[in-house]
Each structure stands twice: as structure tokens, then as C-alpha cells.
């Protein structure tokens, strides 16, 4: 069960739903796999802590333009549907924050001046975090497109699909949020009750439902406004998931890189019954036993 836990507006508490939703299922003894996909500023490791066993670097292939070959017949920029690359009459030119790397310049070119050259975008680290698998993405500063380090981090996570695995996305509705939510069997959407928060759950159901992706909403730090997200949820036909309270303990616990079901263990059924309920609108397999597993060992 792959579950992504998005959220329109940055800062809404993704982070806090994901990890506690690791730190749950691992106190139920299910297999679970924590994904930082946030990849351009990955926090989860600050509240799991986990212990890193490897690093692998993140590559892609760009394009290096031999100009003594090259005979500037322009046929590789009119191939490039993303506009990487500018044939001018006495040079190529390459854009490398534009290319995609798909490698059809390469190919298109009849002078064979087109080579393609790795280079570093970012880093996967992998380890574990008591029972939880953890794998982060980080990006290389500096660079534009992000999407390659995610779907790394989502490869990485693959060998462990026969459990649960959370996937921490980026904040937005950008190609970040679209690759890390791509393939999942259902996605979570953290909001708050502000209209900045509204607004942005607003985009981010409407691009779920384009994606065909069932998702759910949870209200972070609850309260005042509540109302207008209720409201919203019920206009796109989306279940609440929970409600989780504005609380001076959860906050404090926050800042201090401690998750909040550690902090106020009662808050352990309402992580699980998120669980519960994703897993009985997928009709999964594992929600017999995550129930079983909820009664006997969260008390
Ligand atoms: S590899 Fe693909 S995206 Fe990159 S410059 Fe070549 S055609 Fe464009
Ligand atoms: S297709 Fe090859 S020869 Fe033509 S402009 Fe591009 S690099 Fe030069």
C-alpha cells in the first residue's frame, strides 16, 4: 500500500502526519517504509532520527555538444519539445535546467556531435528508524528540476512494496508533488483551517481528482475555520480523515524534533483510524490485520 501525504500549502504538518503515521503502524508491527520526497528541504529524519546505512548519488544525462562536428542543421532543437537546446548559425547551444534527459537529441543528430554526460543531482540515504525503513531525497541547491530525485527515492522504497510505504511530498502542486502522488493507491491531503490553507487544498484535490488518484483530507490544528474546510470537502465529495486539535503539547513536542504520538501516546488511535480508513475505502488486504493489530497492541 503506497500512501502519499501531500498538501497544497507548505507548512500545514505533512511531515508530522507522515511520520506518526510510520511511528503507528511500526508500534502495530506492520512493515513500513517512511519516503522524504521533499526533496528540496527533507525534514522527516529530525523527528525519526534514523540510523543511515547507505548513500547513493542521484544522476542524469545531459547533453555536451561537440561544435566541430556539429553542422548546425538545428534538427536536435527542433526535437527538443522542452526547449534545451538553441542551434544558432555558428554554434549549439545547451540549457541544462531545461533538459529533461531523454536522451532523443542524441539520437536525432546525423553528425553524431551529440554526446551525453552525467551529472550529480542529489543523494538517496537509506536506513532505519527503529522499525520504520527510511529513504530521503535530497537535491543538489542550485538546480531546477527536482523530479529525477524523487522518482530515486520512490525506486529505492520499491523493494518494501509488500508493506506499508508513506511518501512525504513536497509542498504544492507542482511536477514535485505530481511525481512523488503518480502510482499511489491513495493520497492524503493535509490542510489547516485558513484560507490560505483552503485555497491551496482546493488545487490540490482538483489535481488528485485529474490524476484519478483517491485522496482524503486530515484538518491539522483544528478549530476556528474548521467550517470553510468541512464545507470545501464536501463540495469535492472528499471524506474527512481526521481532525487533529491545535495543542500547545503537540506544538512544543514539534520544536523540540519529538513526534507527537510519543509525546501524547492518546493520540495513537487517531493516526491509526486514518490507516483504517484508507485501508477499508482501497479495500486492502492488510486491513484485517492492521485492525487486529490497532485493538491489541494501541492500548
Ligand atoms: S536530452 Fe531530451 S530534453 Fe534534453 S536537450 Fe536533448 S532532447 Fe531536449
Ligand atoms: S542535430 Fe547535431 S549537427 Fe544538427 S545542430 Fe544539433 S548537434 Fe549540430
Request: with cysteine; net charge neutral.
Amino acid at each position: 500500500m503506497r500512501i502519499a501525504i501531500a498538501s497544497g500549502k507548505g507548512g500545514t504538518g505533512k511531515t508530522t502526519v507522515a511520520t506518526n503515521l510510520g511511528a503507528v503502524l511500526a508500534d502495530c508491527a506492520e512493515k513500513v517504509t517512511y519516503v522524504d520526497c521533499d526533496v528540496e528541504a527533507p525534514n522527516g529524519h529530525l523527528f525519526l532520527r534514523p540510523e543511515i546505512k547507505s548513500e547513493t548519488e542521484v544522476t542524469r544525462r545531459i547533453p555536451v555538444i561537440d561544435n566541430d562536428r556539429c553542422t548546425h542543421c538545428g534538427k536536435c532543437a527542433r526535437f527538443c519539445q522542452f526547449g534545451a537546446l538553441t542551434s544558432l548559425p555558428n554554434v549549439t547551444l545547451v540549457h541544462p535546467e531545461l533538459c529533461h534527459s531523454c536522451g532523443g537529441c542524441a539520437i536525432v543528430c546525423p553528425s553524431g556531435a551529440i554526446r551525453e554526460e552525467r551529472v550529480s543531482v542529489g543523494t538517496i540515504r537509506s536506513g532505519h528508524a527503529g522499525g520504520i525503513s527510511f529513504v530521503s531525497g535530497t537535491f543538489t541547491v542550485g538546480l531546477a528540476n527536482s523530479t529525477p530525485v524523487i522518482r530515486a527515492a520512490k525506486e529505492a522504497a520499491k523493494s518494501d512494496a509488500d508493506g506499508w510505504v508513506l511518501l512525504d511530498a513536497p509542498p504544492g502542486t507542482s511536477c514535485a508533488m505530481m511525481e512523488t502522488v503518480k502510482g499511489c493507491d491513495y493520497v492524503i491531503l493535509v490542510t489547516e483551517p485558513t484560507p490560505f490553507g483552503l485555497h491551496d487544498l482546493r488545487i490540490a484535490m482538483e489535481v488528485c481528482a485529474k490524476m484519478k488518484l483517491p485522496f482524503g483530507v486530515v484538518i491539522n490544528r483544528s478549530g476556528e475555520g474548521k467550517d470553510m474546510i468541512q464545507a470545501a470537502c464536501v463540495e469535492a465529495s472528499a471524506p474527512i480523515l481526521a481532525e487533529l486539535p491545535q495543542n500547545l503539547d503537540i506544538a512544543r513536542a514539534y520544536s523540540l524534533g519529538i513526534l507527537a504520538v510519543r509525546a501524547l501516546p492518546e493520540l495513537k488511535r487517531a493516526f491509526a483510524q486514518i490507516l483504517l480508513q484508507i485501508a477499508a475505502r482501497t479495500r486492502s488486504r492488510q486491513a484485517p490485520k492492521l485492525f487486529e493489530a490497532a485493538n491489541t497492541q494501541l492500548t
